[in-house]
């Protein structure tokens, strides 16, 4: 069964360096999404791509987030600046179509950093 | 704003009983989707079971069924014959169906404990 992968596994950082997390939606998908949950609190929404752009963004996603879809099957989320406050597990996840409703989700990266 | 919350942190089952995991939301919607998902250890969120709001009938997927009580906003999840394989971390999440919003806003989770 087709799933949505996630690499790294583990990310660690020092504090000011750029990041990039990668994300290989499930193929015949359309709609792609960033998550992220801090540890021991809420998986919180931070970003939909459909059509290569934004369709929605959370307060979260603030200048220092970036998402791209360098080519047919890579979906990505930048971090230009990270900060202690951004270590968190980030999750991709994506969806069929909207009517759908169903997203399907990535294992997660953890990023930690120092 | 929505909010979704899960008053259990942790929950605990023996094997073959049935556990009930509780989730309540808050919205001023009348049309929505709730979910949950269930997070096995080191694994992706899955799907467990989809409920619509508009639907007054509880769904159920084989050993997993929900109770849906709209007018109280709650929205549990009942495991019958409890497996091992069942342990987990359970998401309730809440989906708007108004155009243009397409993100999930998720609960705290329960984390199930399945005893042998």
């Known amino acids: 069964e087709p799933e949505v992968t996630q690499t790294p596994s583990h990310q660690v950082t020092q504090m000011g360096q750029e990041v990039i997390l990668r994300c290989v939606p499930i193929?015949?998908?359309?709609?792609f999404y960033w998550y992220r949950q801090i540890l021991g609190q809420k998986v919180e929404f931070l970003v939909s791509?459909?059509?290569?752009?934004?369709?929605?963004k959370s307060e979260i996603f603030d200048d220092q987030f970036s998402v791209e879809r360098p080519d047919g099957s890579n979906f990505t989320l930048k971090i230009r600046s990270t900060k202690l406050e951004d270590s968190a597990m980030y999750f991709c996840?994506?969806?069929?179509?909207?009517?759908?409703?169903?997203?399907?989700f990535g294992p997660g990266t953890r990023l930690t950093v120092l | 704003a929505q909010t979704v919350t899960q008053s259990q942190p942790e929950m605990s089952v023996q094997e073959a009983e049935t556990v009930t995991l509780s989730c309540t939301y808050d919205?001023?919607?009348?049309?929505?989707?709730l979910f949950w998902y269930k997070q096995p250890p080191s694994r992706q969120m899955i799907l467990v079971i989809r409920?619509?709001?508009?639907?007054?009938q509880n769904a159920t997927e084989n050993r997993f069924s929900v109770n849906f009580q709209k007018a109280a906003k709650s929205f549990s999840l009942k495991i019958s014959d409890s497996q091992l394989g069942d342990a987990a971390m359970y998401f309730c999440a809440y989906r708007s169906s108004t155009s243009g919003t397409y993100k999930y806003i998720f609960g705290t989770g329960t984390r199930l404990k399945v005893l042998a």
């Open positions: 791509f459909y059509n290569n752009e934004i369709s929605e």
């Open positions: 919205t001023s919607e009348s049309d929505y989707y």
């Open positions: 996840a994506s969806s069929e179509r909207l009517v759908s409703r169903t997203q399907f």
């Open positions: 193929s015949n998908h359309l709609y």
């Open positions: 409920q619509e709001a508009y639907k007054q």
